[in-house]
Structures are given as structure tokens and as C-alpha cells.
């Protein structure tokens, strides 16, 4: 009977990348999630195209395995990126004005030829919703709708443990959900859509409307860190334009139990950060919503994955898509 061999096999790495509108991120990261490496550089660059920036960071995050992780074996590069993107091809379909001349860029046929290895491209939120499947609050739950609240408002359907796509790639798209068809126009080009009333930029925005409504002015408008604290501390135009996003976020929140019956919601980005004050608002607007038989026992949790869940939901894809 022949033995088995005992060979050791090399540890296994992915690079993982992120690419924000404001920064890149790239990590030499294992098949448990944990970031061995990472480096940060902003998006904008003025030295060269967005593509040969991006090229140059993979590199370098490569350069640093091959020195640093020789033994290891890099089993592909993962990008999880702004702007939307084609699923399987990894072309960007559409991307703002943040990432110039992204729009139509085959990113993993690029990023393919450039290195020889497997390459996975998603959009960012879907690979976050990797990283908060695996190592957060989604484990052991097949069934799970995302929202991310940041600069714009993100959104991730995952039922039956895969995430929903649509026909290329689109789907999940929730910050672009009207919640208000008689309601603000969207850069998008609808009417009332979620992310006019609970993205930070939005509330911002709308916060700065209401103090030019009262005649204030100032010569530096309030951000929105400045304008939730001024919500906790009982300002009357900063609780307007809150209550207005806990009403928008409610709705939606509503609209995705109805439609997709998760066991699970999970908020992340920036004004997650607020935890519970903002958690609690956004329950109880939901759950009075739903119809009880959908609300009943669905928790809302803020994403337990924090900084570099991007990056490390990029690089999981390696190993998740085998
Ligand atoms: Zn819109």
C-alpha cells in the first residue's frame, strides 16, 4: 500500500485591492482574512492614468511577498472597487467623475495580463459583504441584505449564501432605491432615491439647505461628523434632516425585508461609526414598517468588519470563487 506523502504545502496568500473614490488600499492577505501586508496610497494621482496607478500598487504588494512571503504561494489578486462593475468580466460599467476615465476599463483582463495571475474584480460593497459573510455577524446566516453609509449609501443582497447579482452585476443596488416617489432628485437621474436623504454627503447638503433657509451662514458649512453631533447635542435643523434619514432608511430597510425575507441587516461605512444612536433610530423606523412576520426576530447590526474589510473581502474571493 503506498504511503501517503507528508509534503508540506506552501501557505496559501491573495493580494487583496481597494479601490475607494478618495484612496487605494493592497494587503498580502491569508485564507483566514488576516492582513499580513497593506499599503495605502490616495486615488488621485497626478503622475499617471488611474490604471497605471493601480497596476503599480498590485506590484508592489507582490514585490513585498516575493521578498518578504517567499514560501508562500499567490493564489490571485482580488479587487473590490468603486464604480459599478460587470460580473464575471470585471469591466467597470460605470464610475463617477472621483475615478476619471474608469468607465469601460476591462480592469481584470488588465490586471490579468499585467501579473499572470487569477484575477476576481466586484464592487466594493459585495466584497465587504464577503469579509462580514466569513469572519462577521453574517456567519452561520444565509440570508443577508448590507447597507454601507458613507459618502453614497451601498447596498448587498446575499440569499442563500450567494450574493445576488442580476443580469450583469448590478443588483443590490440600494442607495439608488426610491424611497419617496414625490421626493428629491437623484444624481442618478430618479426621484427620492435613499441615498439623497442617508448618505453623509446628503445629509450635509440637506443641513446646509436648512441653515440658508434660517438666513445663517458660515464660512465653513458643517460636515457631517459636525452635523450628527449637533443632532446628539438636540439641534432642531440637524434632528429634521436625521429624522428625515431614519424615515428614508426605514422604508427601504421595510421594502428589502418584504422583498428578500433576510435573517439578517447589516450597516456599515462611516456613520455606522455612531453605533447605537443611530442603530436603534433606524429598528425602530424599520420594524414599525415591516409587517411583523417579516420583522420579527431580524436583527440590524452595525458590520463588525471595520477598516480594511475591503481589502480583506477582495482578497477572499481567491479562495470563496474556487
Ligand atoms: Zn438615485
Known sequence: MARLGREKQPPEVAIGLDIGGTK??????????????????????????????????????????????????????????AGQVEWPSGIIRYASELLPNYTGTP????????????????????????????????????????????????????????????????????????????GIPCICGGIGCLEQYASGTSIAARYHERMAAFGETADSPPDTREVVRRWMAGDTAA?????????????????LMHLYNPELIVIGGGLADIGEPLLSRIRKEAYTRAMPSFAEGVPIVRAASGNGSGMIGAALQLWEYR
Not at 462580514?132 to 446575499?158: F, I, Q
Not at 434632528?239 to 421594502?255: K, P, W
Request: proline content about 3%; cysteine-free.
Open 107 to 182: 480592469l481584470k483582463e488588465i490586471i490579468t495580463s499585467a501579473f499572470g495571475l487569477p484575477v476576481i474584480v466586484d464592487n466594493d460593497v459585495n466584497v465587504m459583504a464577503i469579509t462580514e459573510a466569513r469572519l462577521g455577524t453574517g456567519r452561520n446566516v444565509k440570508h443577508m441584505v448590507g447597507l454601507t453609509l458613507g459618502t453614497g449609501v451601498g447596498g448587498v443582497v446575499v440569499a442563500n449564501g450567494v450574493i445576488l447579482r442580476g443580469k450583469w452585476g448590478g443588483a443590490g443596488e440600494i442607495g439608488h432605491m426610491p424611497v419617496d416617489f414625490k
Open 239 to 255: 434632528i429634521e434632516v436625521m429624522d428625515d434619514a431614519f424615515r428614508a432608511l426605514g422604508a427601504a430597510i421595510a421594502g
Open 24 to 81: 487605494i488600499h493592497a494587503g498580502v492577505i491569508d485564507r483566514d482574512g488576516t492582513i499580513l501586508h497593506m499599503i495605502g496610497y490616495p486615488t488621485q494621482t497626478t503622475d499617471m492614468p488611474l490604471i497605471e496607478h493601480i497596476k503599480r500598487i498590485a506590484g508592489e504588494a507582490l514585490h513585498w511577498q516575493r521578498h518578504a512571503m517567499a514560501e508562500a504561494e499567490v493564489i490571485g489578486i482580488g479587487i473590490g472597487t
